[in-house]
């Protein structure tokens, strides 16, 4: 595997990112994360959102004295709980919001600050599930970051999951914009293509077939790579025809020890086109020590 990129550097935007909290032990994880962020990307500005859902307050908490002190309180405790951990040396805010719909929340924050990433807690031992981190998934128009309690403090390895759709070419740049922020001798990129036959258009193939059929398609998937991105690691083609897409990008991002992955996600940013890709989707179902992002467009 190559491990090589342009030496042309392309003007790297800060960024503002959005970081959702919902008061647990997830908290915690997400503001230490931020150092590695930093790592990968230039950072502007920070904003902390929480949002406070008033249709499962108690019926006596939503006046809007009470409110306001719960606001007030629970904007305090994050400021606490930031100060205690790593220093955030970018400018930093804490917002709370009252919504019934957490989703609403974070699109009006996301717009009011300009953020490109939303960064969100990917569960994996805690408890808690993820139906808002998949809502905002299909909903917002921007990349999302999803952590897992479980990352690893000192990341080394980063792969592209490249399907050569229209997302290939945001995978690859938000890819090399990272290796031109951080030493080439710190971290490994890896793009990857899960080659796999379709089996509506090839009935009853035999092994011979469909060794055939990926072999060729190997051959045709890394020239196109080579051709269209020459100054690239070089494309790792995985054939695993026992399993879906998913699976086996997540078995081989867990058998390399992958700390990051950047896959492209289908998605709309209205409330009556909520989409995603099927590959996306099942990969946020399935465990994984691995940060997700997310990409719907270039992030700068």
């Given amino acids: 595997m190559k491990k090589t990129i342009s030496n ?6 800060k960024i503002n990112i959005l970081i959702g909290l919902d ?9 230490r994360y931020v150092q590695l962020v930093r790592k990968l ?13 008033i249709s499962e307050l108690p019926e006596e908490f939503r006046s809007q004295e009470k409110l306001a002190k719960i606001a007030t309180g629970i904007k305090s ?28 929340a974070f699109l009006d924050i996301s717009k009011r600050t300009d953020a490109k990433l939303v960064m969100l807690g990917n569960k994996q031992q805690l408890l808690g599930g993820g139906g808002l ?30 399907d050569f759709s229209k997302y290939t070419d945001v995978v690859y740049r938000i890819g090399k914009q990272i290796m031109q922020h951080v030493s080439l001798d710190e971290f490994v ?11 509506q258009f090839f009935p009853g193939p035999s092994q011979n077939d ?13 020239k196109k790579w080579s051709k269209s991105y020459p100054d690239s690691a070089a494309l790792t083609i995985i054939t695993n025809q026992d399993k879906n897409i998913a699976s086996s990008l997540l078995d081989h991002v867990k058998k390399t020890k992958t700390d ?16 995603m890709g099927s590959v996306a989707n099942e990969i946020i179902q399935q465990e994984t020590n691995t940060s997700i992002l997310l990409v719907k467009r270039q992030i700068s």
């Fill in 77 to 104: 405790k994050i400021k606490n709980l930031i100060e205690a951990g790593e220093s955030i040396p970018e400018p930093y805010q804490v917002e709370v919001t009252l919504a019934d719909f957490s989703e609403m």
């Fill in 210 to 222: 469909i060794k055939k059929i990926l072999e060729e398609d190997a051959k045709l998937k890394q």
């Fill in 8 to 13: 042309t550097m392309e003007a790297i935007q």
């Fill in 23 to 31: 008061l647990s032990e997830m908290d915690e994880a997400l503001i």
């Fill in 260 to 275: 990051f992955l950047i896959m492209g996600a289908m998605g709309a940013s209205s409330l009556t086109g909520l989409f």
């Fill in 133 to 162: 981190p998949q809502k905002l998934i299909r909903m917002l128009p921007l990349a999302v970051l999803l952590v897992p309690e479980t990352f690893n403090p000192q990341p080394k390895r980063i792969v592209e999951a490249i």
């Fill in 189 to 199: 990129i890896e793009p990857v293509y899960i080659a796999k036959v379709s089996w």
């Fill in 41 to 53: 990307y230039p950072v502007s500005t920070i904003t902390f959102l929480h949002n406070v859902k």
